[in-house]
Protein backbone atom coordinates (compact mmCIF):
# COMPACT_ATOMS: atom_id res chain seq x y z
CA UNK A 1 0.00 0.00 0.00
CA UNK A 2 2.88 2.39 0.91
CA UNK A 3 4.66 1.26 -2.35
CA UNK A 4 1.43 2.29 -4.40
CA UNK A 5 0.89 5.66 -2.39
CA UNK A 6 5.04 6.26 -3.32
CA UNK A 7 4.82 5.65 -6.87
CA UNK A 8 1.26 8.10 -7.09
CA UNK A 9 3.38 11.11 -5.39
CA UNK A 10 6.57 10.53 -7.44
CA UNK A 11 4.50 10.03 -10.59
CA UNK A 12 2.39 13.64 -9.74
CA UNK A 13 5.82 15.77 -9.14
CA UNK A 14 7.12 14.74 -12.20
CA UNK A 15 3.69 15.41 -14.12
CA UNK A 16 3.90 18.94 -12.43
CA UNK A 17 7.47 19.50 -13.26
CA UNK A 18 6.52 18.64 -16.79
CA UNK A 19 3.82 21.18 -16.81
CA UNK A 20 5.72 23.70 -15.43
CA UNK A 21 8.58 23.29 -18.07
CA UNK A 22 6.33 23.32 -20.82
CA UNK A 23 4.86 26.79 -18.95
CA UNK A 24 7.76 28.18 -19.16
CA UNK A 25 8.87 27.18 -22.60
CA UNK A 26 5.67 28.59 -23.89
CA UNK A 27 6.52 31.78 -22.64
CA UNK A 28 9.67 32.26 -24.34
CA UNK A 29 8.33 30.98 -27.15
CA UNK A 30 5.67 33.64 -27.04
CA UNK A 31 8.12 36.38 -26.03
CA UNK A 32 10.69 35.44 -29.06
CA UNK A 33 7.56 35.68 -31.17
CA UNK A 34 6.56 39.11 -29.94
CA UNK A 35 10.29 40.75 -30.56
CA UNK A 36 10.15 39.09 -33.87
CA UNK A 37 6.78 40.41 -35.05
CA UNK A 38 8.11 44.07 -33.60
CA UNK A 39 11.25 44.14 -35.59
CA UNK A 40 11.85 47.34 -37.32
CA UNK A 41 14.97 49.30 -39.15
CA UNK A 42 17.49 50.41 -37.05
CA UNK A 43 17.20 47.91 -33.98
CA UNK A 44 20.50 46.34 -33.17
CA UNK A 45 20.25 41.86 -33.40
CA UNK A 46 21.91 38.81 -33.71
CA UNK A 47 21.15 35.96 -36.00
CA UNK A 48 21.66 32.49 -34.81
CA UNK A 49 25.65 32.30 -35.88
CA UNK A 50 26.33 34.78 -34.37
CA UNK A 51 26.33 38.22 -36.74
CA UNK A 52 25.58 41.27 -35.02
CA UNK A 53 23.98 44.29 -37.12
CA UNK A 54 20.81 46.96 -37.24
CA UNK A 55 17.67 45.98 -39.55
CA UNK A 56 17.82 47.90 -42.37
CA UNK A 57 14.70 46.47 -43.45
CA UNK A 58 11.43 43.76 -42.77
CA UNK A 59 9.54 41.79 -44.50
CA UNK A 60 6.83 40.29 -42.64
CA UNK A 61 5.22 38.52 -45.13
CA UNK A 62 7.85 36.66 -46.33
CA UNK A 63 9.77 36.65 -43.19
CA UNK A 64 12.98 37.77 -44.23
CA UNK A 65 14.87 40.46 -43.07
CA UNK A 66 17.84 42.39 -43.95
CA UNK A 67 21.04 42.92 -41.78
CA UNK A 68 23.82 45.68 -42.38
CA UNK A 69 26.33 44.89 -40.24
CA UNK A 70 28.79 47.51 -40.78
CA UNK A 71 28.06 48.37 -44.44
CA UNK A 72 27.12 44.98 -45.43
CA UNK A 73 23.98 43.75 -46.43
CA UNK A 74 22.64 40.33 -46.08
CA UNK A 75 19.27 38.73 -45.76
CA UNK A 76 17.98 36.25 -43.25
CA UNK A 77 15.25 33.80 -41.78
CA UNK A 78 13.08 35.94 -39.52
CA UNK A 79 13.68 32.63 -37.52
CA UNK A 80 17.72 33.16 -37.47
CA UNK A 81 17.12 36.56 -35.52
CA UNK A 82 17.60 36.92 -31.75
CA UNK A 83 18.28 39.72 -29.23
CA UNK A 84 21.57 41.24 -29.60
CA UNK A 85 23.58 39.77 -26.52
CA UNK A 86 24.24 42.00 -23.61
CA UNK A 87 28.39 42.52 -23.37
CA UNK A 88 29.05 43.12 -19.46
CA UNK A 89 31.55 46.10 -17.98
CA UNK A 90 34.91 44.51 -17.03
CA UNK A 91 36.55 44.96 -14.59
CA UNK A 92 39.68 44.27 -13.56
CA UNK A 93 41.13 42.03 -10.71
CA UNK A 94 43.40 44.73 -9.51
CA UNK A 95 40.28 47.36 -8.98
CA UNK A 96 38.36 44.67 -6.71
CA UNK A 97 38.78 43.42 -3.14
CA UNK A 98 37.86 39.14 -2.47
CA UNK A 99 34.64 40.19 -2.33
CA UNK A 100 34.27 42.04 -5.97
CA UNK A 101 33.88 45.18 -3.85
CA UNK A 102 35.98 48.53 -5.57
CA UNK A 103 38.76 49.35 -3.87
CA UNK A 104 39.17 53.01 -2.81
CA UNK A 105 40.97 54.87 -5.20
CA UNK A 106 44.58 55.70 -4.28
CA UNK A 107 44.91 59.92 -3.95
CA UNK A 108 48.55 61.16 -5.08
CA UNK A 109 51.36 61.05 -2.60
CA UNK A 110 51.48 65.30 -2.54
CA UNK A 111 47.91 64.95 -1.33
CA UNK A 112 48.74 62.79 1.47
CA UNK A 113 49.56 66.10 3.79
CA UNK A 114 47.41 68.59 3.96
CA UNK A 115 49.24 70.53 6.45
CA UNK A 116 52.89 70.12 4.79
CA UNK A 117 51.61 72.29 1.58
CA UNK A 118 49.33 74.35 3.48
CA UNK A 119 52.98 75.85 5.42
CA UNK A 120 54.83 75.55 2.17
CA UNK A 121 52.00 78.05 0.78
CA UNK A 122 51.98 80.29 3.58
CA UNK A 123 56.08 80.66 3.53
CA UNK A 124 55.78 81.37 -0.36
CA UNK A 125 53.18 84.14 0.69
CA UNK A 126 55.84 85.78 2.75
CA UNK A 127 58.40 85.15 0.58
CA UNK A 128 56.16 87.27 -2.32
CA UNK A 129 55.26 89.69 0.22
CA UNK A 130 58.91 90.66 1.16
CA UNK A 131 60.28 90.71 -2.64
CA UNK A 132 57.04 92.98 -3.17
CA UNK A 133 57.91 95.22 -0.08
CA UNK A 134 61.45 95.72 -1.54
CA UNK A 135 60.47 96.70 -5.24
CA UNK A 136 57.97 99.06 -3.52
CA UNK A 137 61.42 100.53 -1.27
CA UNK A 138 63.27 100.55 -4.73
CA UNK A 139 60.27 102.10 -6.49
CA UNK A 140 59.83 104.76 -4.45
CA UNK A 141 63.76 105.16 -3.79
CA UNK A 142 64.25 105.71 -7.57
CA UNK A 143 61.00 108.04 -7.92
CA UNK A 144 62.86 110.56 -5.55
CA UNK A 145 65.88 111.04 -7.18
Known amino acids: MESMLFMIV ?5 I ?3 WVSGRKSK ?4 AIQDFRQSLKPGDEVATSTGLLGKIASVDQEKEQVV ?4 GSLSRWRIQAIAKPPIVPAYVHDDEVDEEGNPLP ?3 NEQDDSPSDSSEQSSKADKV ?3 SKDSTDKTTSADSRE
Open 27 to 30: QQQT
Open 105 to 107: EVE
Open 16 to 18: LMM
Open 10 to 14: IIALM
Open 67 to 70: IDSE
Open 128 to 130: DDE
